[in-house]
Nanobody, 114 residues
Framework: QVQLVESGGGLVQPGGSLRLSCAASGFTFSTYAMSWYRQAPGKERRLVAN????????NYVDSVKGRFTISRDNAKNTVYLQMNSLKPDDTAMYYC???????WGQGTQVTVSS
């Protein structure tokens, strides 16, 4: 059974940092590219960043380039999203996803507010 469990969200002031984690199980994690998505209230879910199966290739949406870093540890079946210089516009529920699958975790809430 595929499981994706996101954690690490919270309330942070503008300019602050958070590190999100997504623990995966039920599939061969090391063979899948992984992605982080986010969904703000009243808006559609959108891709934030993705990483190849080996971690050698990464891509980011323009709005987070230079601030967010996606990484993975295949030994721990975990993908991370380091978020720095956070802005109120980054407030959203954040989800991870294995490329080409239909499975979503429960998400982790990130709120950026003073």
């Amino acid at each position: 059974q595929v499981q994706l469990v996101e954690s690490g969200g919270g309330l942070v002031q503008p300019g602050g940092s958070l590190r999100l984690s997504c623990a995966a199980s039920g599939f061969t994690f090391s063979t899948y590219a992984m992605s982080w998505y986010r969904q703000a209230p009243g808006k559609e879910r959108r891709l934030v960043a993705n990483i190849s199966s080996t971690g050698g290739l990464t891509n980011y949406v323009d709005s987070v380039k230079g601030r967010f870093t996606i990484s993975r540890d295949n030994a721990k079946n975990t993908v991370y999203l380091q978020m720095n210089s956070l802005k109120p516009d980054d407030t959203a529920m954040y989800y991870c996803k294995a490329h080409g699958t239909a499975y979503w975790g429960q998400g982790t809430q990130v709120t950026v507010s003073s």
